[in-house]
Structure formats: structure tokens, C-alpha cells
Nanobody, 114 residues
């Protein structure tokens, strides 16, 4: 059974940091590219960051470039999203996704507010 389980979300003040994790099981994580997406209330889900299977190449939405870092540990079947300099506009449910397999996690809420 395929599972993607996100964690690490929460309430943070503007300018703060959070690290999201996504633990994968049920498929061969190390051969799959992965990505983070987010969906804010009333908005469409959008791509935040992506990473190749070996972690060498990454890509970011313009809105998070320079503030967010995607990474992975294939030995731990885990995907990460380090978020810094958070803004209220970053408030959303964050999902990890396996594009090649079409698997989504259940999401983790990130709220940036003072």
C-alpha cells in the first residue's frame, strides 16, 4: 500500500521557519522524482518545488525561490521542504507528490500569522 505521510506543519510568525517532512512507503522512493505542492483556501493547488530522484536537480516556484529548499534522503525514504522567511501568503495545506506515480499525501497545514 502506497503511503505519503507529511508532518512538520503548524503555526509560525512571519519571518519564521518550518521544516516539512514526507515519509514514503509502498513504492521505490529512490527512483522517483518528488515535489511539494500547496493549496490555500479558495485557490488552486500549485507546485512549490520539485526534485529529481537523485536529488541533483531542483526547481522552485518564483514565489518561494531563495526562501524554500527541497531535499531528500533516499536512505530514509523521506522528502523535506525547509521553509524560511515565511510570509502570510505562504499559508496553505502543503502536500508531497510523486509525479511519476500520481500519489499524493494527505497534507499538512502551515499557517503564517502574528
Amino acid at each position: 500500500q502506497v503511503q505519503l505521510v507529511e508532518s512538520g506543519g503548524g503555526l509560525v510568525q512571519p519571518g519564521g521557519s518550518l521544516r516539512l517532512s514526507c515519509v514514503a512507503s509502498g513504492f521505490i522512493f529512490r527512483i522517483n522524482a518528488m515535489s511539494w505542492h500547496r493549496q490555500a483556501p479558495g485557490k488552486e493547488r500549485e507546485l512549490v518545488a520539485s526534485i529529481t530522484n537523485n536529488g541533483v536537480n531542483t526547481g522552485y516556484a518564483d514565489s518561494v525561490k531563495g526562501r524554500f529548499t527541497i531535499s531528500r534522503d533516499n536512505a530514509k525514504n523521506t522528502l523535506y521542504l525547509q521553509m524560511t522567511s515565511l510570509k502570510p501568503d505562504d499559508t496553505a495545506v502543503y502536500y508531497c507528490y510523486s509525479p511519476g506515480r500520481g500519489y499524493w499525501g494527505q497534507g499538512t497545514q502551515v499557517t503564517v500569522s502574528s
